[in-house]
């Protein structure tokens, strides 16, 4: 399994980013996926999830109105689009399969900041 993320970065305040994660080596199809952040001096937190199918998500209350968590299973590929992002929203992000024990990526910075 792997999982690959990109297209963290510094952003300003009110600002938007998208993330991706390319996945290879499962049945992308066949498996809920998860975005967790963990920013420094806190715990992992879980950001949003995506069924298999891609038709029940769910979001942590921080987020829930601005985030929204996408795929694509003809491309391995599940999406985290952050809008109006906030100075607490600066950490790194991880795609996840399997949950807290299971398969996670490298993970990418985002920084919200002025």
């Known amino acids: 399994v792997q999982l690959v993320e990109s297209g963290g970065g510094l952003v300003q305040p009110g600002g938007s980013l998208r993330l991706s994660c390319a996945a290879s080596?499962?049945?992308?199809?066949?498996?809920?996926m998860r975005w967790y952040r963990q920013a420094p001096g806190k715990e992992c937190e879980l950001v949003a999830g995506i069924n298999s199918a891609g038709s029940s998500t769910n979001y942590a209350d921080s987020v829930r109105g601005r985030f929204t968590i996408s795929r694509d299973n003809a491309k391995n590929t599940v999406y985290l689009q952050m809008n109006s992002l906030e100075p607490e929203d600066t950490a790194v992000y991880y795609c996840?399969?399997?949950?807290?024990?299971?398969?996670w990526g490298q993970g990418t910075q985002v920084t919200v900041s002025s």
């Open positions: 080596g499962f049945t992308f199809s066949g498996f809920a």
């Open positions: 996840n399969q399997g949950g807290r024990t299971g398969y």
